[in-house]
């Protein structure tokens, strides 16, 4: 039973436009989101978060939103660059500190020159 | 280095053997946890640490899965008996506070 889901498995952009890479969940107890950059034989390197108290939060060229109705949320890259090729988790995460995290399966960014 | 260290970053071993994989958290970072990443799948928590007690041990797939951790800082995961199934990415994170967790390299595992 998959409690976060990122549906479509790849996206490719021109350099310069937006990407908007979306993420679903399941689980209504879930609070804190966030997105995870992975490229190739490294660790996830956290990007950005939201709490569920707030619809969306901004850092530089990435904005997250969040539709708790709808228990679905986005990033949105703008403009795109190419070293912004990576793998893209969704997360989410309980209450309280130091939550487990469950993670969606991922989507390949890749940005074209 | 100031982030996670995890050793190896790659071990290939026999189906039946005993693994046991490395993490060095952050220092500082009171909580440590352990997470999988099977081929084309998302992370998959195994167990959470705070301090050196397991709290939520809930992902562990089996008896055959354990885990420790030292001195609040450094944890092991020991695989024992390994299957095929077992092969996967062993990811090790940290963080303390309320602050987003932090992910070390990973240890690839294949078990032939």
């Known amino acids: 039973d998959q409690q976060v889901k990122q549906n479509s498995p790849s996206l490719s952009v021109q350099e310069g436009r937006i990407s908007i890479l979306n993420c679903d969940y399941t689980n209504s107890m879930f609070d804190y989101f966030l997105w995870y950059k992975k490229y190739p034989a490294e660790g996830p390197t956290f990007l950005i978060s939201i709490s569920s108290i707030k619809d969306k939060n901004e850092d530089g060229r990435f904005t997250v939103f969040l539709n708790k109705s709808a228990k679905h949320l986005s990033l949105h890259i703008v403009p795109s660059q190419p070293g912004d090729s990576a793998v893209y988790f969704c997360?989410?995460?309980?209450?309280?500190?130091?939550?487990?995290?469950?993670f969606g399966k991922g989507i390949t960014l890749s940005v074209r020159p | 280095g100031a982030g996670v260290s995890q050793s190896p970053s790659n071990k290939v071993t026999e189906k039946g053997k005993d693994v046991e994989l490395r993490c060095d958290p952050i220092s500082g970072h009171t909580a440590l946890y352990w997470y999988r990443q099977r081929l084309g799948q998302g992370l998959e928590f195994l167990i959470y640490?705070?301090?050196?007690?397991?709290?939520?041990k809930s992902g562990l797939p089996s008896d055959r899965f354990s885990a420790e951790r030292t001195g609040e800082s450094v944890s092991t995961l020991t695989i024992q008996r390994t299957q095929q199934e077992d092969s996967a990415v062993y990811l090790c994170a940290s963080t303390h506070s309320n602050q987003p967790q932090h992910f070390g390299d990973g240890t690839r595992l294949s078990i032939l």
């Open positions: 640490f705070q301090g050196n007690s397991a709290p939520d």
């Open positions: 997360a989410s995460g309980g209450t309280g500190a130091n939550s487990k995290l469950t």
